[in-house]
Structures are given as C-alpha cells and as structure tokens.
C-alpha cells in the first residue's frame, strides 16, 4: 500500500481535538471540525462556498482523484454525514491515502466500533500519522493499556502533534513524572490553552514549594480576627478569588514585581479564551495592585461562567465603591454555586439591616459548601442576641474545621461559665492557626494565675502578629527586666496600633533620657523626641497618662498652649492627675477661680495634692472651716508627704479657729 504526501494529507495535519476532554468522543467530534478547517485553509478553497467545494471535491472524486476523496470525505464527516463520507473515506484509505484512514478511524469511533478505528488508526500511525497516532494513544490509555498509551502518544508528540504532546504531559503527570513539564511546554508552545494553563500551575507550585518550604500547608482561612475573648463581628468571606494563583502567595509577585514566567503563561491560555487563567491571571494583577487590568480579566472569566472570577469582580467593584454593581455580580456568582460569593451578600444584606436576607443567603453558602456560611450564621445569631442557635451554628462550623468559627464558640462557653468546655475549642482553633484562640488561652491561663503558660500562648499570638498579644509580652519582659525583648514587642503593638503599648515603649524610652537640667532663657527649642512622639501617638488615641505626659513635656518646653489643650483634654476624659496639672497651670496664668474648679474634681476624683492646693487655697482667703474640710480630706488621700503637709495645714488652721 503507497501512502500519499499530496494536499489530502493536510486532513491529518490540523488538530485532531481543539481542547484537552476525558471524554473521547467529546474528543473526537472536535477533531472532524478541526479536519475540515484544514481543508477550508488551503489557497485552493479560501474563496469558494462549502457548496462549492464539495461539488468540486465530488466531481472530481467520481472520477477517481484520491486526493478529492479524501477531502470529501473528511467534509462530510466533519458535518456529520457518516453514511455519506464512508465509501469516500473507505476508497482512499484502500489507495493508500493516510489521512483517509485517520479520518475513518474518527468515523468508525463515532459509530461506536472502536477496535475497528484504533485499527485504521495505527494503520496511518506506522505510516507516520501524527493525528492517528495520538488518537490511538488516547484509545489505549481509555483501556488502562498505559505503556502502548505512551508509544503512541510520544509518537505524536515528538512530531510536533500539540494535541499529542499535551495528551503525553497528562499520561506524565499522573504518573508524577518529572518529564510531563517539557510535553506541556512544547504543547503550550504551539498554542494549547489548556497546556499553557496546566504549565503556569506547575510553574508557580514550584515557586511557591521554594518560598514556603516543603512542609508548609498552604493559603490560611483569611477570616478577620478580634483581639479579645469575643469573636469578630466581620462575616467570613474571602477578597479575592481562592482558586491556585490565590493560594500561591509569593509565587504570583510581590506587588510592583516583574511577571513570572507562570503569569506569561496564564496570559496567553487566558488570551486564547481559558477562563481559569483568565482568573489566575486577574488575581495575579490584583495582588500586584494593577486593579483596572485585573478587573478585565476577572470580567473575561466571568462572562464565560467562571463564578469565581464573578465573586472576585464583585469584590474589586465594591473596594471601588461600587456596591451596586458588586451586588450584581456576587448574585450571578452564588446563583452559579459560589459560596464565597452568597456570603458576600449576606454580609452586604446584614450591613443594610436585612437580617432574613442575609441569613437566607449564608444559609446558600453553607448550602454550597462553604463552611464560612454557618459561621455567619452564627455571628448573625449573636449579634441578634439568640445565643443557642448562634452556639449551634458556631458548632457546626467547628466541626467542620472552622478556626474562628471554634473560637467563638470557645468565647461564647466562657461567657456561659464552661472554662472547661471552652479550652479545648480554643486550643483546637489556636493548633488550626487561629491567632485570636491563641490569645484567649493567654487571657484563660492569666485569670487562673498560670503567667507561664499564659505567656507562651501571648509569645505565640505575638508572633503572629496579635497587637495585644504583643503588649502582654512586652510587659511581662518588663516586670522580668529583660527590657530589649520589652521594647521589641512594644514597638511591635504599638506600630499595631496599642496605645497602651505606645504609651508604655514612650515611658521605656523616657527612662533613658539624660536630665535635660534647667531651660536656659533664649535658647533654641528642641526637636520633638521619639519617646515623645510615642506619647503623642497614645494621646491621640485616648490615652489619658500619655495626654498629660505630653502636656507635661510640652510645659517643659515652655508651650502652654499645648500643655493646656492635652491636660484639659485628659481632665475632661476623667483623668485626675490631667485635673490637677490644668489647675496647676491655671493658677500660674492668674486663673484661680477655674484652676479651684478643676482641683476640686480632681480632689473629688481622690488626689490628694489637689486637695492640699484647696485647702491651702480656702486658708489664703480666710476660709478655715473650708480649709480644714480639705485638710482632712489630703490626709485620707495622701500620699505620705502631701498627708503630712495637710495634717500641720490642719493644725494651724485649728488653732486659728479656736484662738
């Protein structure tokens, strides 16, 4: 049998199957509309109508041209006409056409008789049939003949068949074959979207296997936390979309980074209409901070009906402010069964006060899958005060390996006065990573005086990040003087944001200033130092001992004016200490009568040097009784010197009294 090398054979060139399916008859359908594209590209036919064409290829064929019955029947096939394209088929395979018996092997599998295809199909493989021969690899990797698969599809592949290089990678891949990566990249290089795509994943599991180290788990449930024995009041949904790119971390860039070799690859599979890469690829750009791009691609995806590109949209769209159209597109998500997308609405219905919509639609997530759903549920319940089905839900969350699901849980067991039923729900979700249950067991062994055990679960929190884990380390390092390790984790809490921790690093830093010894009059006014900024940072947030330390400072400074606006703001906070120095600077300006004022409320408040000015002050203006009422009231105060000074006050104001 001669085998042709004429234009009929461009039917076995084309691809046989235009996309990666288990399905071999999914596979095979693709591969007809691939052979009659081949033929409709050739100079001949580019500008005649298909009627055109098969009546010329029929003509011609009746009269015997080989190369015309292989064409016709390779379009007749390709239109379904089986009955029609197989006496064609049938007579150019006989004269030795190659392409023929490819393309028969093709019909004969679609009538079902797939011995007789793989026959015909390595029938053209030996004779050089790349198509044929990744068609018969893929019929005996369909009988679990896995040596005979791989002969025929390195076949294939190592003639340049993308389909068959791809089908080879996979065979490889299952395998864990390190040598699957060269088939995908030489398939991915001839243009196959699915080879493109599945090359970038191995790519960036490689990066990311080398960041992480071997034993690292992977991307953490991204549920906010709370800082306190109590859970977050924040619904658990995800930001992005949680598919591979997510998950990679470092393995997709740093923001402002070069592109990766696997984003490269993600865009030209997501360029040739692969909606996964599409989402990879925007959540690539997301992480990078290029939101407009990434928004495109999340876009792309989700027309194509990938719902986790839609949820991910919505999600840039409201961080754009766009509620609205976020809303449209979370609802398009869920409806497809995102389950991150359905809590995204039921936190968008829960902030709008629709309670039963929001709990509808956390009830859909949890429906599809996502354990997040009863974890709102349950924050829903609580918030609403309907602690048993808040516990029930937060239980089923639990057990189902929900960390801060686990820790609320624990929380709401404490409250309820199970300590005991609530450590192990702690401990499990502090083991699971949850740096808020790590916290609450510091919190559960300080109150039952175990400081040891106490501090290694705060170390563990603090390390993780937790500000006011932070800060019971930092002073636990104090009260043991080790204070480096102190000033480490307090400038760790308070860049969290701790204005106690701020406060207390300011008064360490404090500590160590020389004694700046006597102002000295017409000299410069000094920078503000850093233990002084710490101060303004603390008084900022409230902290009333940091407001009148800085207005101490800034008295010190000769600035009245500021002085006088942080002690009257501690004052007026409740702060005595900030009562009594207000007064203080008062009576220096001439303002007795409001300097008495805040004395009193500060006396009042228990600070006994303010009521040691008062008495002092009633006793200037001739107030005895007033004078030894305050007198007596310095001394209950103290402290010892100030009761001391009040006690002789009081004598000699008696002694005026009864003179």
């Given at each position: 049998?001669?085998f042709?090398?004429?234009?009929?054979?461009?039917?076995?060139?084309?691809?046989?199957v235009q996309r990666?399916?288990r399905?071999?008859?999914?596979?095979?359908?693709e591969a007809v509309?691939a052979?009659?594209?081949a033929?409709?590209t050739t100079?001949?036919t580019?500008?005649e109508?298909?009627?055109e064409?098969?009546?010329r290829h029929?003509r011609a064929?009746?009269r015997?041209?080989l190369a015309s019955?292989?064409?016709l029947?390779?379009?007749?096939?390709?239109?379904?006409?089986l009955?029609?394209?197989?006496?064609?088929?049938?007579g150019?395979?006989?004269?030795g056409?190659r392409a023929a018996?490819?393309n028969?092997g093709v019909?004969?599998?679609?009538?079902?008789?797939?011995e007789e295809?793989a026959?015909?199909?390595r029938v053209?493989?030996v004779?050089?049939?790349?198509?044929?021969?990744?068609a018969?690899?893929?019929h005996h990797?369909e009988r679990?003949?896995e040596?005979?698969?791989?002969?025929?599809?390195r076949?294939?592949a190592e003639?340049?068949h993308a389909?068959?290089?791809y089908a080879?990678?996979?065979?490889?891949?299952?395998?864990s074959?390190?040598g699957?990566?060269?088939?995908?990249r030489a398939?991915a290089?001839?243009g196959?979207?699915?080879a493109?795509y599945?090359l970038a994943?191995a790519?960036?599991?490689r990066v990311t296997e080398t960041?992480?180290?071997p034993?690292?788990t992977g991307t953490?449930?991204r549920v906010p936390?709370?800082g306190a024995?109590?859970?977050?009041?924040?619904p658990a949904?995800a930001?992005?979309?949680?598919?591979?790119a997510?998950?990679?971390g470092?393995?997709?860039?740093?923001p402002g980074?070069?592109?990766?070799?696997a984003?490269?690859?993600f865009r030209?599979?997501?360029?040739?209409?692969?909606?996964r890469?599409?989402l990879?690829?925007?959540?690539?750009?997301e992480?990078?901070?290029?939101?407009k791009?990434?928004?495109?691609w999340y876009?792309s995806?989700?027309k194509?009906?990938?719902?986790?590109?839609?949820?991910?949209l919505g999600?840039l769209l409201?961080?754009?402010?766009?509620e609205e159209?976020?809303?449209?597109w979370w609802?398009?998500?869920?409806?497809?069964?995102d389950?991150?997308a359905?809590?995204?609405?039921?936190?968008?219905h829960?902030?709008r006060?629709?309670?039963?919509t929001?709990?509808?639609?956390?009830?859909?997530a949890m429906?599809?899958?996502?354990?997040n759903g009863?974890?709102?549920?349950g924050?829903l319940?609580?918030?609403?005060?309907r602690i048993?089905?808040a516990?029930?839900?937060?239980?089923?969350?639990?057990?189902a390996?929900?960390?801060e699901a686990?820790?609320?849980?624990?929380?709401?067991?404490l409250?309820a006065?199970d300590?005991?039923?609530?450590?192990?729900?702690?401990?499990?979700a502090?083991?699971?990573g949850?740096?808020?249950?790590a916290?609450?067991?510091?919190i559960?062994h300080?109150g039952?005086?175990?400081?040891r055990t106490?501090l290694v679960w705060?170390?563990?929190?603090a390390?993780?990040g937790?500000t006011e884990?932070?800060l019971q380390?930092g002073?636990a390092?104090?009260?043991?003087?080790?204070e480096?390790?102190?000033?480490?984790h307090?400038?760790?809490?308070?860049?969290?944001?701790?204005?106690?921790a701020?406060?207390?690093l300011a008064s360490?830093l404090?500590?160590r200033r020389p004694d700046?010894?006597?102002?000295?009059?017409?000299?410069?006014r000094?920078?503000k130092?850093?233990?002084?900024?710490?101060y303004e940072?603390?008084?900022q947030?409230?902290h009333r001992?940091?407001?009148v330390r800085?207005?101490?400072?800034a008295?010190?400074?000769g600035?009245?004016?500021e002085?006088?606006?942080w002690?009257?703001?501690a004052?007026?906070?409740g702060?005595?200490?900030?009562?009594?120095n207000?007064g203080l600077?008062?009576a220096?300006?001439?303002?007795?009568r409001?300097?008495a004022l805040w004395w009193?409320?500060?006396?009042?408040?228990g600070?006994?040097?303010?009521?040691?000015?008062l008495?002092?002050?009633a006793?200037?203006?001739?107030?005895l009784a007033?004078?030894?009422?305050w007198c007596a009231?310095a001394v209950e105060l103290?402290?010892?010197?100030?009761?001391e000074?009040?006690?002789?006050l009081?004598e000699a104001?008696?002694?005026e009294?009864?003179a």
């Amino acid at each position: 049998m001669v085998f042709m090398g004429d234009r009929a054979t461009l039917l076995e060139t084309g691809r046989f199957v235009q996309r990666h399916a288990r399905n071999a008859a999914d596979e095979i359908i693709e591969a007809v509309g691939a052979v009659d594209a081949a033929v409709d590209t050739t100079a001949e036919t580019d500008a005649e109508n298909e009627t055109e064409t098969e009546a010329r290829h029929r003509r011609a064929a009746e009269r015997g041209d080989l190369a015309s019955m292989s064409a016709l029947g390779a379009l007749l096939l390709r239109r379904g006409d089986l009955d029609g394209a197989e006496p064609f088929l049938r007579g150019a395979t006989a004269e030795g056409d190659r392409a023929a018996a490819n393309n028969l092997g093709v019909l004969l599998h679609q009538r079902g008789y797939a011995e007789e295809a793989a026959g015909w199909w390595r029938v053209a493989a030996v004779a050089g049939s790349a198509p044929a021969a990744h068609a018969l690899g893929r019929h005996h990797r369909e009988r679990g003949d896995e040596p005979a698969a791989e002969y025929w599809l390195r076949q294939a592949a190592e003639q340049g068949h993308a389909l068959g290089a791809y089908a080879l990678a996979d065979l490889l891949e299952h395998r864990s074959d390190v040598g699957a990566e060269r088939w995908l990249r030489a398939a991915a290089e001839q243009g196959h979207r699915e080879a493109a795509y599945r090359l970038a994943l191995a790519l960036e599991r490689r990066v990311t296997e080398t960041t992480r180290g071997p034993h690292d788990t992977g991307t953490r449930l991204r549920v906010p936390g709370t800082g306190a024995l109590v859970p977050t009041g924040a619904p658990a949904t995800a930001p992005a979309a949680t598919g591979t790119a997510a998950a990679a971390g470092r393995a997709v860039g740093e923001p402002g980074g070069e592109p990766t070799e696997a984003e490269q690859w993600f865009r030209q599979a997501a360029a040739r209409g692969h909606r996964r890469a599409a989402l990879h690829l925007g959540t690539i750009l997301e992480h990078r901070g290029e939101l407009k791009e990434a928004g495109r691609w999340y876009l792309s995806s989700a027309k194509e009906g990938e719902a986790k590109a839609a949820c991910a949209l919505g999600f840039l769209l409201r961080d754009a402010g766009d509620e609205e159209s976020a809303a449209v597109w979370w609802l398009r998500a869920a409806q497809d069964g995102d389950g991150n997308a359905a809590n995204a609405l039921g936190a968008l219905h829960a902030a709008r006060g629709e309670q039963q919509t929001a709990e509808r639609w956390y009830r859909a997530a949890m429906d599809a899958g996502d354990v997040n759903g009863a974890y709102n549920l349950g924050l829903l319940c609580a918030a609403q005060d309907r602690i048993p089905q808040a516990e029930q839900w937060y239980r089923r969350a639990a057990y189902a390996g929900h960390r801060e699901a686990a820790n609320a849980l624990a929380v709401l067991l404490l409250q309820a006065g199970d300590a005991n039923g609530a450590e192990p729900w702690f401990s499990k979700a502090a083991e699971a990573g949850s740096v808020d249950a790590a916290f609450n067991l510091g919190i559960l062994h300080a109150g039952r005086d175990d400081d040891r055990t106490a501090l290694v679960w705060y170390e563990r929190a603090a390390a993780a990040g937790h500000t006011e884990a932070a800060l019971q380390v930092g002073i636990a390092a104090l009260r043991d003087g080790d204070e480096r390790t102190a000033e480490r984790h307090l400038r760790c809490a308070a860049g969290g944001g701790s204005a106690e921790a701020a406060f207390r690093l300011a008064s360490v830093l404090d500590a160590r200033r020389p004694d700046p010894g006597p102002a000295v009059l017409g000299a410069p006014r000094e920078e503000k130092t850093e233990c002084e900024e710490w101060y303004e940072r603390a008084a900022q947030q409230g902290h009333r001992r940091a407001q009148v330390r800085v207005g101490m400072l800034a008295a010190g400074r000769g600035d009245l004016a500021e002085a006088d606006r942080w002690y009257r703001e501690a004052a007026e906070a409740g702060s005595r200490n900030g009562a009594f120095n207000l007064g203080l600077l008062l009576a220096r300006e001439g303002s007795e009568r409001e300097a008495a004022l805040w004395w009193t409320r500060a006396a009042r408040a228990g600070h006994g040097r303010a009521a040691l000015r008062l008495a002092l002050l009633a006793a200037r203006r001739g107030e005895l009784a007033e004078g030894s009422r305050w007198c007596a009231r310095a001394v209950e105060l103290g402290p010892a010197e100030v009761a001391e000074r009040a006690a002789r006050l009081s004598e000699a104001l008696h002694q005026e009294l009864t003179a």
